[in-house]
């Protein structure tokens, strides 16, 4: 009777074995493009590890399920190291989060370097890629980059840009991109990680499976840090999801709102409850 | 049920503990928004904006002396809202009866943070981001 039954439960489950193992993207290796190299053609989400259709923006987070993410706090999956800011530095990114990110240039539709459109898993990346430039298109604030992967060096033009000048090479399987040329406007990751025109990015991407690209980012900046310092999430490809208009200035009422706001901010000023380094 | 939940909370107080970034959005929320101040509200839609950066909705609502107000609750933009399955003209109508779950703005009532909405129908989903996205730790890392 048991061995029946167990029978039974395999021949129910044979067809849809397959489909599991499929999303799961456990047997599917990383595609390649004819020259050999990977591909990573694609729509992916980032600060998220997890295989699939696209998530909400808190992993595992479903409306109707009282989670304390509904109702508190929400985390990225991205990990960073401590960022070793320069004295002067740690103490204004700390005044920053005291006054909860009001100064972030984001509120003002202005975006950030790749590292930090990287972590967010509010909006997909689309990377379009051919044997000598690899685009990527990103919906948050709907900017773009082009990657050459056949130039030595970066032009000596550069005017001072939010995105910076990218180019790329491959290092085996990973692509190398190393970014210059910005400006000191935004800020490299949330929280008030701002940063200088001396911002220095050398990016690490890894197309491990079908399903993943692991991305690894190093920030140096002489005038703001000591020291360079890493950034790293899983980008998750996402089929079937596609980019969408996003034109942030369109109505944003937060300008006026939030200058208005600072002109009483201890009515929202957080303090530290562990003393700065 | 109680367990799965408590478990939950759980798992997300601990990787809130070792992953430690909030999530961002276009703006800090606890600028303009007291977490403290949760509220579940139900009315009337009286106007939909879709617009970035953000979409509105407008509801009138009943308070307990009678009168009516309208409350302004602030959202997702088109694009994030669209991929978690609104779809305009459809999902939500002006007349329709809606209940959200927000927090309140710190200038006072009349203005909210919408996170999630009930139709009529019962049908849940999120119109806004959690408390907390885009603010940052209350320490640098």
Redesign the interface.
Known sequence: MKKMLLVTAALLLAPILPLVAQSRGATRPAPRMPDGKPDFTGVYQGGTSRPGEWEFQVPGDQPGVPTAATQSVATSQARRDPVPFQPWAREKAQEFLNLRSINDPTSRCLPGPSPRSHSVSLFPIQFVQTPKQIVILYEYFNVFRIIPLDQKSHPDDLEPSFMGHSIGHWEGNTLVVDITGFNDKGWVLSGGVFHSDALHITERYTRTDYDTINYEATIEDKKVLTAPFKTSTTMMLREGTRLREYICPENNEDVLRLEKLLENPELFRRTPTVKPQ | MEIN?KL??GV??L??SL??????????????YD?EK?ITLKGIITKI?W????CHIYLDIKETNGTVKNWKFEGY????L???GFKKDVTLKVGDTLTI?AWQA?SGPGLAHA??ITLADGK???FG?????????????
């Open positions: 939940s939950r909370v997300l107080l990787t809130i992953l430690g970034a909030r999530v961002e959005a276009h703006h800090s929320f606890g600028a303009e977490a949760p904006e617009a970035n950066p953000h933009p088109p694009n994030v669209a991929r978690t779950f710190r996170r999630e849940k989903l999120y981001p959690p408390a907390g996205t885009g603010e940052g730790n209350a320490v640098l890392p």
